[in-house]
């Protein structure tokens, strides 16, 4: 359910930050203010299922959800996501004695792991302070929507949840 209520509102999200592209000059990097979003759930999915490979699946699935749901991003989406739940259960496994610590950091480099797939397969040609521009955005954006706004999440859910 999580992956779907997921791709759902990162196709949403998708084309909000198109459209904040096409109106602002600094396009690239003011779309990557929402990518926080699209690791909620992701990040979500890990903290309530706490299995190894929870975040991965859970991004494959928004994938395919976001994929047939015609995506922005085309393909390239399912890449996108399959990528940002490897890194979430990747950072877990690293920073498992750190709780609150690895909510943040995972949704950091988790949304910070879509801008490395756009630059390699889409964006190859932008300048090197734009793409750092971008990866700093994601990284705040996924730290403050994945991480934080999880936190808190966690914070009203009933303990015997």
Not at 29 to 37: A, Y
Not at 56 to 85: D, N, P, R
Not at 135 to 141: P, V
């Amino acid at each position: 359910m999580l992956s779907a209520l997921g791709g759902i509102t990162s196709v949403i999200i998708g084309y909000t930050g198109s459209l904040f592209s096409s109106i602002f000059p600094i396009s690239f990097v003011l779309s990557q203010g929402l990518s926080g979003l699209h690791v909620f759930w992701l990040i979500l999915s890990k903290k309530l299922v706490e299995r190894k490979v929870s975040g991965t699946m859970t991004g494959a699935l928004k994938g395919l959800v976001e994929l047939f749901l015609s995506s922005h991003l085309g393909i390239f989406v399912f890449l996108v996501s399959l990528i940002e739940g490897v890194v979430v259960d990747l950072t877990f496994i690293v920073f498992r004695k750190l709780e609150n610590l690895s909510i943040y950091i995972a949704g950091g480099f988790s949304s910070a792991s879509n801008i490395f797939v756009l630059q390699t397969l889409l964006l190859p040609e932008l300048p090197l302070y734009i793409i750092i521009l971008m990866y700093m955005a994601s990284f705040a954006s996924g730290s403050l929507f994945g991480g934080y706004l999880v936190k808190r999440v966690f914070d009203v859910i009933p303990a015997n949840f």
